[in-house]
């Protein structure tokens, strides 16, 4: 599908449906199902992981729009979303609207760099992207590669940001001063409650992005126990 306007999905949530392995909810028909549900209450589009998952959302959910991607680890990076071709080839053949992918300067698996992967992609196959960043000099990097999204997502998940704390508010201002009007401005990452994600838009994002605070059954319900049990 084409993407929507933008005046449609500004201030929108987009839910980032995903299971950790080995949990019973990564089972292609519940990420499915959770999708659904997730659209039919509201939600302007789903964050996907996994051509599989892409595949069985797109399959039932037609008309949704998915930001996809595919975690892999190597031995040789710290790089882990959507971190070389093969997988944003593979991302993008599954049915994904946009491919997010880590767009921090960080060591890619192979030796590729961001701005090589970004290149070819644009060139050879011309899907949207959405970077992942960690940093403000990050984000206004992509956007001058050319990525069409910019995210908050690996704030606090990067060596350079490991003493900081997700949600990334503090990128948000300085970021949207930046970056060029056309290029959305997503926050992602710690928005645990309702009254955060709006603080998130109020503070320069286009959209918000929540994951485990909607989804995360397995993460969630640890939490509880845990709390619960000291």
Not at 3 to 30: C, D, K
Not at 71 to 76: L, N, T, V
């Amino acid at each position: 599908m084409s993407l929507p306007a933008f005046e449609t999905l500004r201030r929108g949530l987009i839910v980032s449906v995903q299971a950790p392995e080995g949990s019973p909810m990564r089972h292609p028909q519940v990420i499915a199902a959770m999708a659904e549900a997730s659209l039919c209450n509201g939600a302007v589009g789903v964050r996907l992981e996994s051509p599989e998952h892409i595949g069985a959302v797109r399959r039932r959910c037609p008309d949704a729009l998915i930001i996809g991607l595919w975690k892999r680890s190597f031995p040789d990076s710290a790089v882990y979303i959507t971190p070389g071709w093969e997988e944003v080839q593979a991302v993008w053949s599954a049915g994904a609207d946009v491919v997010a992918l880590d767009a921090t300067q960080r060591h890619r698996p192979g030796g590729i760099t961001l701005e090589q992967l970004v290149s070819r992609v644009r060139e050879e196959l011309g899907p949207p992207l959405m970077a992942d960043v960690d940093t403000i000099e990050n984000g206004l990097l992509a956007a001058e590669l050319g990525c069409s999204f910019v995210g908050t997502t690996l704030y606090g998940y990067t060596e350079v940001t490991a003493v900081k704390r997700p949600p990334g508010l503090c990128l948000l201002g300085p970021l949207r001063q930046q970056l060029d009007s056309d290029v959305k401005l997503i926050c992602e990452g710690g928005l645990d409650s309702p009254q955060i994600a709006l603080e998130a838009l109020s503070s320069g994002a286009d959209m918000v992005v929540v994951g485990t605070a909607i989804t995360g059954v397995d993460l969630q319900v640890e939490n509880y126990c845990r709390t619960l049990a000291a």
